[in-house]
């Protein structure tokens, strides 16, 4: 873990220079100006870059995790506005793909108490995956109530699904099934590991239904006061 965790910070910093390095040469005219082979070349050397910062970031997140740094604090916030504040940082991406995105909450839901920063990680997750692993045209839509004193979210997509026989790992680090890789060759596998360590660490649980070739659900069960 130590290892891991000094291997991934001295990576950082280059690999941040190479990425602004690129930025210039793709942006800033002063640099001077690029062909179209050379800008589509250089834009290949950005997008494997950005791979493996999010990569390390995944792993320092590991990291922490683990080590128990992973300090949690607790505010009440409204959960609908994180999930719109997500849903806009993912705009280009669900236009561009033609991705009907709904989302259903009863009126007056109730704040809940979370570490905003994780659940935001948490969520960002889920979304991306739904995103990722559907097809274009597909849906994606989110779901809110409240049971007793838990919040239920669903996070469900019309995607790729998850193969029968893969689903019992989904949640170990850096498993992937087969169609996720088929449509991204890049991802990590760290995604869905971390975001159930912070939903224990709130206290809740999570599932999910999964049928290959039609879609994923993922349920979040979260109290609504941390105790
Ligand atoms: P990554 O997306 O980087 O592969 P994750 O940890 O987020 O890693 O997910 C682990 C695996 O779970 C994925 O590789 C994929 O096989 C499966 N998975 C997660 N979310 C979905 C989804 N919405 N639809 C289909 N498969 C999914």
Redesign the pocket.
Known sequence: SEFVSTVAHQLRTPLSAIKWTLDILLKDATAGSLSIDQKALLMKAYESNERIINLIRDMLGIDRIESGMFGFSFIEISIIDLINNILEEFASQINRRNITVSVKSPEGLPKISVDPQKMRAVLQ?LIE??L???KEGGTLSLELHVEGDKMKIVVA?N????PKE?QAD?FKRF???E???AV?PE???????IVRTIINRHGGDMTFE?EPGKG?K?FLTLPLHHT
């Open positions: 997750n995956n739904a990722k692993y559907t997509d995607g790729i699904g998850i893969q989904i498993f992937r099934a169609n996720a890789k991204d991802g990590s596998g760290l995604g869905l590991f999964s994923t993922f």
